[in-house]
């Protein structure tokens, strides 16, 4: 996890090149179509490797496909305003109203000011101690049934839930946080159906996963209303939703409806966990097919941790479950692509653009292209590429970046630690995993470990062949 900031400005990015951005041929738009319906982030790679950074496709609807970090740049940073997000982040309106993820203009400037303070590096160590209370709190459910075989992508989900939950209601609230989530969930995945099929599922369809979808988002409503009441009756609460609630806009000295606070909350759990749950998961994955780097990450672990709980000092010491963490983050970036759409017209690099065109940034696709990386596909936490500026960026870079990237270095950093400190973790099965990209690159099916206490590991050692 490589921390924007260190990504340096795009020099080297200026200067003359051309891109022709073919249009995809129509047999290749509607079989890519097809492709691109089951995986479109393999999708649009093995598309890049074969057209260029840029290419076009017309099915179903006309989109601009870039990769190349100076395109990146030009859309995400340079050139942000002409580029916002638009229609395709509308499924989501229902679910998240007017949050900072979808909203856009005065609002999103308003909210984001409000919300910034919450997510610096400084202000997220004092989630710190949440965190690490979760982690033990798994721990203390996988020392239940030592050896016994866990969905550990299912335990990552509910951990990033609980430290999200934790964070914005106390730990109290672990239960709600649980609910939200899963309701959060359903609704998600019913709205991205609903995008997918191009218009033939809508939302007032009386479907059986439509009404789910609707029952799910009333409870879900009903639960974050019942926090936000109790808190604004009792005034008291340490968490980051009394902090929001009584935050002002330093410029007009107003602060946040309850609506908006609705609309904040749900915003900040559906954003805030399953993309570092999944990076975990992928993290343990490829670390269960590399047992030279887990050898490596184990060292460090219980030279630094040693058993016990990690504190803030700790933190600048794990710089290889960091580097773990980054390159797990380059080969499976938890948001694979992002849609924007072109306000006017715009030129660069030989490619036009027309006004109200969509965009399709492919980050997968730049992750992994052989240009920026050696040997792109392999697992190799201390690879030495020079990073091109814009050729990383799991959080995305620029205006809209992840506001709560520091949470989830912290975050990630920590249980990936304390996880590999205190355990083996062995694959069931050994078969490579999958990509499932919907909004997030999931993984195809769960990932099924048995949990051994370091100590007590059996000898038989059950790794997969090395390579993805
Ligand atoms: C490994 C973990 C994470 C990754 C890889 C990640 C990645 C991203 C990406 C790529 C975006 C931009 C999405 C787009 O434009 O479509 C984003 C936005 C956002 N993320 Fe994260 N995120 C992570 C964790 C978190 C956490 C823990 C939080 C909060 C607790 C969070 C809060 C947000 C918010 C609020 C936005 C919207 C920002 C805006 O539009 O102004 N994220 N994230």
New binding site residues.
């Given amino acids: 996890?490589i921390p924007s900031d260190s990504i340096g400005t795009p020099q080297g990015l200026e200067g003359e090149r051309r891109f022709d951005a073919p249009t995809l041929t129509w047999p290749e738009d509607v079989l890519g179509f097809a492709r691109l319906l089951s995986n479109y982030a393999e999708t649009g790679l093995a598309m890049h490797l074969r057209k260029g950074f840029a290419f076009r496709a017309r099915f179903p609807m006309r989109t601009l496909v870039l990769a190349h970090p100076r395109h990146l740049y030009r859309v995400l940073r340079s050139h942000a305003l002409n580029y916002p997000?638009d229609r395709d982040?509308e499924f989501l309106r229902p679910l998240l109203g007017d949050?900072?993820?979808?909203?856009d203009g005065d609002l999103?400037t308003r909210?984001?000011r409000l919300?910034a303070p919450e997510?610096r590096p400084n202000a997220v160590q004092r989630f710190l101690p949440g965190m690490v209370e979760n982690v033990g709190s798994l721990f203390a459910e996988w020392d239940r049934a030592p050896g016994a075989a866990r969905d550990v992508s299912d335990d990552m989900m509910r951990l990033?839930l609980w430290i999200?939950g934790s964070?914005l209601f106390d730990s109290s609230f672990r239960a709600e946080a649980e609910k939200i989530g899963h309701a959060l969930e359903l609704c998600l995945t019913q709205g991205t159906l609903q995008m997918m099929s191009m218009g033939l599922l809508r939302p007032w369809m009386p479907t059986p996963g439509n009404r789910a979808a609707q029952a799910a988002q009333r409870d879900l409503d009903d639960i974050v209303r019942q926090v936000i009441a109790r808190r604004r009756a009792t005034g008291d609460g340490s968490d980051m939703l009394s902090r929001l609630l009584t935050a002002k806009d330093p410029d007009t000295g107003t602060g946040m409806s309850d609506a908006q606070a609705l609309d904040e909350v749900k915003?900040?759990?559906l954003?805030?966990?399953e993309?570092?749950s999944?990076?975990l998961s992928w993290a343990l994955y490829l670390l269960s097919r590399h047992p030279d780097v887990e050898a490596r990450l184990v060292d460090e672990t219980r030279r630094v941790l040693g058993g016990r709980a990690p504190t803030a000092e700790d933190l600048p010491k794990l710089e290889y479950t960091r580097m773990v963490?980054s390159e797990t983050?380059r080969l499976y970036?938890?948001?694979p692509g992002?849609?924007r759409r072109a306000r006017e017209a715009d030129r660069f690099d030989g490619i036009e653009v027309a006004a109200g065109e969509r965009i399709a940034l492919s980050?997968y696709a730049t992750h992994r292209h052989p240009e920026f990386w050696t040997d792109p596909d392999r697992f190799a936490p201390s690879r030495i590429d020079a990073v091109t500026p814009y050729s990383y960026?799991?959080?995305?870079l620029g205006?809209?970046?992840?506001?709560?990237?520091h949470?989830?270095?912290l975050?990630?950093i920590l249980a990936l630690a304390m996880i590999v400190d205190r355990y083996r973790l062995e694959r069931v099965d050994t078969d490579a995993i999958a990509t499932r990209p919907i909004s997030t690159l999931r993984l195809a099916r769960p990932l099924r470990m048995r949990v051994h206490p370091r100590g007590t590991v059996s000898t038989f050692q059950h790794f997969g062949p090395t390579g993805i």
């Fill in positions: 996890m997000k982040y949050g900072i993820f979808v909203s999103w909210q984001r919300l997510f990033t999200v964070a915003s900040l759990i954003a805030g966990h993309t570092t999944l990076t963490l983050m970036p938890p948001v992002v849609p980050i960026l799991p959080f995305l205006r809209r970046a992840c506001l709560g990237e949470f989830a270095v975050e990630g």
